[in-house]
């Protein structure tokens, strides 16, 4: 399993316009290629009328999937210079669908190549990228007497507060690194001077705008 990898934040669009043609950026998390699949046909059927609906994914923990579609414009002037972006950015589980509504200019081949380059990028600094870090939620029951203490402490570390359960006593679910673990309890013990109880639950990916 990845402990750390990027990829886009969440459904997106963005638009801009070249020599008079239109150029639709819609970018999409994919975690199999079933999805990466699905979402091209949806956006194909969405813009049916549309010139080019050109495409490219890349998925899996070692970028095992890569496709890229040129849907009819000249042979690697679109699909590859989507698919070079998402790579350059060091993006995982990401598909990207460029529409194109043809707008009666010509642009060539190098020109094609800059126009969905260019789309991609742009696009991707519409939606947004996230760092999805690996980390194991540790729960932390303490009385209250401890919490502004303990809150102090937490907010400007590397341990992130995920929630806080106002109970007959307090718990602290907090995120760790899992080489982090064993750090995180000794010294959550020593703020407490050992009057905690701790537990580790479920191992779950953080997210954090990048």
């Not at 020593?190 to 479920?202: A, L, S, V």
Request: charged letters at 30%; glycine letters at 8%.
């Amino acid at each position: 399993m990845r402990t750390r990898y990027m990829t886009v934040k969440e459904y997106g669009e963005h638009e801009i316009t070249i020599q008079k043609s239109r150029f639709i950026a819609q970018i999409k998390r994919a975690e199999t290629e079933n999805e990466a699949q699905e979402f091209i046909q949806s956006i194909k059927k969405k813009h049916w009328n549309a010139t080019h609906n050109c495409s490219a994914y890349i998925i899996g923990e070692q970028d095992q999937i890569q496709k890229a579609n040129d849907d009819g414009e000249p042979s690697g002037t679109a699909g590859v210079p989507i698919l070079e972006v998402l790579k350059k950015r060091n993006l995982k589980d990401t598909v990207v669908v460029i529409t194109r509504y043809f707008g009666g200019i010509k642009l060539g081949a190098g020109g094609l190549i800059r126009a969905y380059g260019k789309s991609t990028s742009e696009g991707l600094d519409a939606v947004g990228i996230v760092e999805r870090r690996l980390v194991q939620i540790m729960h932390v029951k303490i009385d209250y007497t401890w919490l502004g203490k303990i809150e102090r402490e937490l907010r400007p570390s590397d341990y992130k507060i995920k929630d806080i359960h106002y109970l007959d006593t307090v718990e602290i679910e907090a995120c760790v690194d899992e080489n982090l673990v064993s750090s995180f309890t000794d010294w959550m013990v020593e703020q407490t001077n050992g009057q905690c109880t701790i537990q580790k639950g479920d191992t779950v990916y953080l997210e954090e705008d990048i």
